[in-house]
């Protein structure tokens, strides 16, 4: 964006989520940076992003992802966990960016450091869409190793999303540690049964 510049792309990922934390991840990539299949990661497959991160993790100059818990998400809310996030991943970083380019419309001021909000940024920028990526799949992975210890949710599929599945299963099983208490978890209509 800017020529000369240290720049970091910051995204987040599981802020719709009903289980798991929130990930996010700042990413610097080099100077003149090409790679034309990185786009923003929800377009892409699961296989295909697993691909980019490993030229992600070994290209960028520095990368950090962070994360904040369901206990941290239902006291900040999920937007403040979502920008605590994004601070832990930049205070992370090896180097300090000189401008921090923010995928959406919501960001605080990390230290003294400028930045910029970019609607629909991980299609516009090769650091958000980098950080998008990172975001995803440490969040995946994260979400999978939970499904084995809670196969009942339908985590390794799902994500900790709100789908049909992972409702029933909580109308059925009620909710575990890992679930976000401030969320709406079932759909109103549904009675509590725990």
């Known amino acids: 964006m800017h020529a000369g510049v240290t720049e970091a792309g910051c995204d987040e990922a599981g802020r719709g989520c009903l289980a798991g934390p929130?990930?996010?991840a700042a990413v610097i990539l080099p100077p003149g940076f090409r790679c034309d299949q990185l786009n923003d990661s929800k377009?892409?497959?699961e296989r295909k992003r697993d691909q980019l991160r490993v030229?992600?993790?070994?290209?960028?100059?520095?990368?950090?992802v962070a994360s904040c818990s369901p206990e941290e998400i239902d006291r900040l809310n999920i937007l403040g966990a979502s920008i605590e996030a994004?601070?832990?991943?930049?205070r992370s970083l090896g180097l300090i960016p000189q401008h921090i380019l923010v995928d959406g419309n919501r960001f605080l001021p990390y230290e003294q450091i400028p930045?910029?909000?970019?609607?629909?940024?991980?299609?516009?920028?090769?650091?958000?869409a980098a950080a998008s990526i990172l975001a995803k799949t440490w969040r995946d992975e994260q979400m999978r190793?939970?499904?084995?210890l809670f196969p009942q949710y339908g985590w390794s599929r799902n994500k900790g999303y709100p789908t049909r599945e992972h409702r029933e299963a909580?109308?059925?099983?009620?909710?575990?540690?890992h679930h976000r208490r401030s969320f709406a978890l079932l759909e109103q209509q549904l009675p509590i049964g725990f």
Do not use: W
């Not at 030229?55 to 950090?64: G, H, N, P, T």
């Not at 909580?170 to 540690?177: A, E, L, M």
């Open 22 to 24: 929130v990930y996010a």
């Open 115 to 128: 930045h910029s909000c970019v609607i629909k940024g991980d299609g516009k920028y090769m650091a958000i």
């Open 86 to 90: 994004m601070h832990r991943a930049l």
């Open 43 to 45: 377009q892409l497959s």
């Open 55 to 64: 030229v992600i993790e070994q290209e960028a100059l520095s990368y950090a």
């Open 145 to 148: 190793e939970l499904g084995r």
């Open 170 to 177: 909580i109308r059925i099983h009620g909710i575990t540690p």
